[in-house]
């Protein structure tokens, strides 16, 4: 190795190191702050009751339990709906299009940019179809719309998946007389479901914490929804009309949603590395 490939070697070192350090504290002051602001507003009673009286005026009164409700009602029945469709076309892709190499990859192509659409989009096509079939903000229109923008992400992480199955296992189902349907479903399924469950759980995690996509289909209540056809909160959205308050209190209960969204989604993070395959 030259001297100069040396050094160029320990400047990207040096550069990946501080980078990678910048990152850390990023993170760090970012759970820094909401704690501190958020962690005296945060009890039993602002994540076991719903909102009343003037709560969005003083922080008084009540809590959160419609968002929490609502997050879980919409990420849940989102990331559900998703599986049904996620799961079919990844083992679609490997199973049925692995002899068509081109459209494989544009399969893939495409789903990529679909991934890389910005949730907003997501929301406002949401909004649009609304408004065409004549229906108002509701959980079921929210839990569509993250479904929509969920299930690009579940797909690409089951195929990735799916892609690590050897293809001796394929080609052992097909000698014994297996269909490609039944070597899908007994075969692939069963031998990648830790990583499937994944990809649910990542999946789960941008459902409940993305607000953008349900800004406009969702809506927003202070009761927690019975039905499909009523507008339910979300944590995501909570925090952001009340971080627009003047109210300190008001947004210090901001930070107290911060944490509880923060807890979830690092519970999922967990659960989603522990159910990693291991290579």
Request: aromatic share 12%; charged share 10%.
């Amino acid at each position: 190795m030259t001297l100069r490939r040396k050094w160029e070697e320990k400047f990207f070192h040096g550069l990946s190191a501080i980078v990678t350090l910048l990152i850390v504290l990023v993170l760090v002051h970012l759970v820094w702050t909401i704690i501190a602001k958020g962690a005296s507003s945060l009890s039993w009673k602002v994540v076991s009751e719903p909102p009343n009286g003037s709560f969005y005026f003083t922080g008084e009164g009540g809590g959160f339990l419609n968002a929490i409700a609502g997050s879980f009602y919409l990420a849940v029945s989102a990331v559900i709906l998703s599986f049904l469709v996620s799961l079919p076309v990844a083992l679609f892709l490997n199973i049925y299009l692995i002899k068509v190499p081109r459209l494989l990859t544009a399969c893939r192509f495409f789903l990529d940019v679909l991934w890389g659409i910005p949730s907003i989009v997501y929301g406002a096509f949401g909004f649009l179809i609304l408004m065409y079939l004549g229906y108002r903000n509701s959980l079921g229109a929210g839990i569509i719309t993250v479904a929509t923008l969920i299930s690009p992400i579940m797909i690409r992480s089951m195929d990735e998946v799916l892609k690590t199955i050897p293809i001796g296992l394929q080609e052992a189902s097909y000698a014994l007389g297996s269909t490609k349907t039944e070597t899908a479903f007994k075969i692939f399924f069963k031998q990648a479901f830790p990583g499937l469950a994944t990809a649910v759980l990542l999946a789960f995690g941008r459902g409940i914490g993305d607000a953008a996509s349900v800004l406009f289909t969702a809506g927003f209540t202070d009761l927690v929804p019975h039905s499909l056809g009523d507008p339910t909160a979300t944590l995501p959205l909570f925090i952001f009309y009340q971080l627009s308050s003047p109210s300190e209190s008001v947004q210090n209960l901001a930070y107290a949603a911060s944490i509880v969204l923060t807890l979830i989604i690092l519970v999922v993070s967990i659960t989603a590395r522990l159910l990693k395959p291991k290579r």
